[in-house]
Each structure stands twice: as structure tokens, then as C-alpha cells.
């Protein structure tokens, strides 16, 4: 991992790293932002971690400059993880000819379908070369790995919540910002899952946070938060199915408890909307990981 920039932000540090070789990204480097929060500079104490899945079209580099996560972090010794949204360079024809597929819309999952099954595989690299590598990393020893819950916005809020359904030995806790909850019964997903699964739609059902609530043993202790906007062109297009999420967690025996939605009047899908809740969504985290 090579550190490629540095920057001072609420008595922490923020690095822009490059890891080489990605065995998950077919052997491509991808670039990540990790905050270390000030409590664990110098020597400090071991920090917890949360990871911050971005949406479509974006980069490492959306919420970590527009998010608003950072004073909060610092203030509950939370470090934070950005990485990128799909693989950069596979030179697959057709990759980068639609905003909602391909390059930047990577959806979280491992991808059986060739071309797109060497290289699109982020559920892989999130969950194990990213973490891998920072656990490596002498510069990043005080981020203690054991501790990590998930976040998300849009299509990396849905990448919050399934990750964590599928992965309980690695996130203690998921929360996302509109993200989109029922993927296989709206266009987004059935474009992505269509393309990058060979099984289609009907494998997507094992990429779907809708889908997979119900399966849940109910013997685990779930902890979601889910904030999404009313006025969210998106939701209104029905793209993010937020209810449907919610009907499922119910029926699945999930109470607000364990699984909490909140329809926000007034509020849209941009950073606008994530900034206003980013300082609830970390408050909620570190009670779940300190």
C-alpha cells in the first residue's frame, strides 16, 4: 500500500493510499481515503473502523470531501475507510458507456459473468484485499480491523446492507443513506445483475438486503439504520424501495430495535442529504463498536 497524499482534517489524518495488485480486481491497483482520527495518532490507542460504500458514478473521494463524517469521527475515535466504487482499467468493451454499469457502479457484489467476472469482484475486495491491507500497514496499526461496521450512500448504501447480512463474522453494525434496498424489483439492479451475474436477476436475490433479511438466522442480533429522503427523485422513481425493506425486516420479525428506516420529509439524494445525517449515522456506529 503507498500512501499518495496526506491531509490534516479535525486533529486527525486523511491518506489517499494506492494498493498494487488487487487479487479480487484481476491483479489491478485501486486507491482508497483512510482516516485516522486523532486519538489514535502518535502511538494512541487502537481505534474501531467504519466503511464508507459510495454510489454510483462516484469514487473514494465523495464523501470524504462532501460526506461530513470527519468531526464526528474524531470526536468518538472512529476511523474511516473510503474505497472506490468498481475496478479502474479492466479494458472491458462497453464498460465505461453507462453511468448506472461498469466503471463506478461496481454494486458490492463478485461477478460471475464474463468478461466482468476477472475483474468485478468488490464484495471480495471490500471484505478482504482492502481490509487485508490495511491490516498490513504499518501506518494504519491503531485501526483495529476486529471492529468494523458499514455504511453506505445509493448504490454503496445497498452494498452497506447486504455486505453486512452476508458478512456477520466481519461488520458489527450496517447503516446507509438512500440506499437501494430491493435491487432485483428496480431498474438499477435488474441492469447490474443482468449484467455482471450469469445467473441473473434471479442470482441477484443473493445481492438483495430485501431478500436476504428474511433469511437471517433469528438468533442474530441485527443493528441497521436506514435514512432516506421523500423527495429523493430516486425514490420517487422507485429505485430505492426503502419500504419494502422495511415490510421484510418486519415480517422477518425485526423491530425498530434492530432495524430502523426513517423516510426524511423534504430531503433529496445528494451530499446535502448525507451531510445533514452523516453526525447521527457515526454517534450510532460508535455505540455499536466502542
Known amino acids: 500500500m503507498e500512501v499518495v497524499s496526506k491531509n490534516k482534517v479535525a486533529g486527525g489524518f486523511l491518506y489517499k493510499v494506492k494498493i498494487g495488485s488487487a487479487p479480487s480486481l484481476g491483479g489491478l491497483s485501486s486507491t482508497a481515503n483512510v482516516y485516522v482520527p486523532p486519538a489514535a495518532l502518535g502511538g494512541g490507542h487502537k481505534v474501531p473502523a467504519v466503511v464508507f460504500l ?158 436476504l433479511i428474511s433469511k437471517v438466522e433469528k438468533t442474530r442480533r441485527i443493528n441497521i439504520l436506514v435514512d432516506s429522503g421523500l423527495d429523493d427523485a430516486f425514490h420517487l422513481q422507485k429505485q430505492l424501495l426503502p419500504e419494502n425493506f422495511e415490510k421484510a425486516s418486519r415480517a422477518a420479525g425485526f423491530g425498530v430495535d434492530q432495524v430502523q428506516v426513517n423516510l426524511r420529509e423534504g430531503y433529496d439524494h445528494s451530499y446535502y442529504f448525507v451531510s445533514s445525517f452523516a453526525e447521527a449515522h457515526i454517534d450510532w456506529h460508535a455505540k455499536r463498536l466502542l
Not at 470524504?64 to 476511523?79: C, D, W
Not at 458490492?108 to 490495511?134: G, R
Open 54 to 211: 459510495a454510489g454510483l458514478t462516484c469514487t473514494e473521494d465523495n464523501a470524504a470531501q462532501k460526506g461530513g463524517f470527519f468531526n464526528a469521527a474524531a470526536r468518538t475515535s472512529l476511523a474511516l475507510i473510503f474505497p472506490d466504487t468498481s475496478p479502474r482499467g479492466a479494458g472491458i468493451t462497453g464498460e465505461s458507456d453507462a453511468w448506472d454499469f461498469g466503471v463506478g457502479a461496481g454494486f458490492y457484489l463478485n461477478a460471475t459473468k464474463e468478461p466482468f467476472a476477472q475483474f468485478y469482484n468488490m464484495e471480495n475486495f471490500v471484505t478482504k484485499d482492502l481490509l487485508e491491507a490495511i491490516a498490513a500497514t504499518p501506518l494504519f496499526n491503531a485501526i483495529d480491523t476486529s471492529k468494523l461496521s458499514v455504511t453506505g450512500h445509493s448504490m454503496g448504501g445497498h452494498g452497506a446492507l447486504t455486505l453486512y447480512l452476508k458478512h456477520p463474522s466481519i461488520f458489527r453494525a450496517a447503516s446507509a443513506f438512500a440506499p437501494i434496498c430491493n435491487p432485483t424489483q428496480c431498474p438499477w439492479g435488474v441492469k447490474a445483475f443482468s449484467g455482471y451475474l450469469s445467473g441473473g436477476v434471479e442470482e441477484g436475490k443473493a445481492h438483495d438486503a430485501t431478500e
